[in-house]
T-cell receptor
Framework: ETGVTQSPTHLIKTRGQQVTLRCSSQSGHNTVSWYQQALGQGPQFIFQYYREEENGRGNFPPRFSGLQFPNYSSELNVNALELDDSALYLC????????????FGPGTRLTVL | EDQVTQSPEALRLQEGESSSLNCSYTVSGLRGLFWYRQDPGKGPEFLFTLYSAGEEKEKERLKATLTKKESFLHITAPKPEDSATYLCAVQPRGTSYGKLTFGQGTILTVHP
């Protein structure tokens, strides 16, 4: 059984740029959730995708957007990067509409200079 | 708004010295409480899900318990490889999606 994978592992961008992060869900899972984890903090929910549609969103501005594809993989896009966007971005996959246990990928470390 | 507070923030133990981590929560109807383990620079690894007060689950040296206001993660005779950050998260009822609200974590260090 293949686990959740994310790419890239690390990324360095400058303020104002745009970034796309990618996630492949675990085999048999159809829901993907994205979280932002600042250093020393717990993960914060960004949004969740089920059947290619956003079905829940946390307190993040519209410059954070996403997509889910027919194979259940997902992208997180962040526009107009700010210094505070520097964090570990985590993708989690689950079954159903996301209320089952979520299994996390290794994360993408984003640094904004 | 859902809230999760974990204590202590950091815990240092000697190998074999048992202890407990606390997770206090406020949620408008609990669907589930989750424990994860996170190693530095890696994603959280799932440990347990608890659904109702009185429920207990065990895995190797770890045992998780749940009351209506808090959860405990008991670590019996820990080993250095148990060193990690332990995260607690709650998922509320009443939503069609599975948002997890996490605490800030407890950093556990086990010395040989």
């Amino acid at each position: 059984e293949t686990g959740v994978t994310q790419s890239p592992t690390h990324l360095i961008k400058t303020r104002g740029q745009q970034v796309t992060l990618r996630c492949s869900s675990q085999s048999g899972h159809n829901t993907v959730s994205w979280y932002q984890q600042a250093l020393g903090q717990g993960p914060q929910f960004i949004f969740q995708y089920y059947r290619e549609e956003e079905n829940g969103r946390g307190n993040f501005p519209p410059r954070f957007s996403g997509l889910q594809f027919p194979n259940y993989s997902s992208e997180l896009n962040v526009n107009a990067l700010e210094l505070d966007d520097s964090a570990l971005y985590l993708c989690a996959s689950s079954k159903g509409q996301g209320t089952d246990t979520q299994y996390f990928g290794p994360g993408t470390r984003l640094t904004v200079l | 708004e859902d809230q999760v507070t974990q204590s202590p923030e950091a815990l240092r133990l000697q190998e074999g010295e048992s202890s407990s981590l606390n997770c206090s929560y406020t949620v408008s109807g609990l669907r589930g409480l989750f424990w994860y383990r996170q190693d530095p620079g890696k994603g959280p690894e799932f440990l347990f899900t608890l659904y109702s007060a009185g429920e207990e689950k065990e895995k190797e040296r770890l045992k998780a318990t749940l009351t209506k206001k808090e959860s405990f993660l008991h670590i019996t005779a820990p080993k250095p490889e148990d060193s990690a950050t332990y995260l607690c998260a709650v998922q509320p009822r009443g939503t069609s999606y599975g948002k997890l609200t996490f605490g800030q974590g407890t950093i556990l260090t086990v010395h040989p």
